[in-house]
């Protein structure tokens, strides 16, 4: 059973930062990319960034550089580094993970990340 584990949520003060983390259990599967969600209150989900094996990146156009990702592929693991926090910023952020030939899409719990003015 495919499970993904974060870490790394909390709370924060605008401009501060905070590093999520993700781990990928319960899968031999060759990962294909992994990424982050998140969903504000009364907000639909949105994508916030990902990363393939291969290394490519690509963010939301909210991040305008504050949030790096990056991933360990034999760690199976990803993280998203995030920089100058503003309270807009305050969601509940999910890691996904793709595993190669498969159309389905793994998600984590999700880790709460609050920030405030």
């Known amino acids: 059973q495919v499970q993904l584990v974060e870490s790394g949520g909390g709370l924060v003060q605008a401009g501060g930062s905070l590093r999520l983390s993700c781990v990928v259990s319960g899968s031999t599967g060759s990962i294909n990319a992994m990424g982050w969600y998140r969903q504000a209150p009364g907000k639909q989900r949105e994508g916030v960034a990902t990363?393939?094996?291969?290394?490519?990146?690509t963010y939301a156009d909210f991040v305008d550089g504050r949030f790096t990702i990056s991933s360990d592929n034999a760690e199976r693991s990803a993280h998203l580094t995030m920089d100058s926090l503003k309270p807009e910023d305050t969601a509940i952020y999910s890691c996904?993970?793709?595993?190669?030939?498969?159309?389905?899409?793994?998600w984590g719990q999700g880790t709460q990340v609050t920030v405030s003015p």
């Open positions: 996904v993970v793709d595993f190669t030939g498969s159309d389905r899409r793994f």
């Open positions: 990363i393939t094996t291969g290394g490519s990146t």
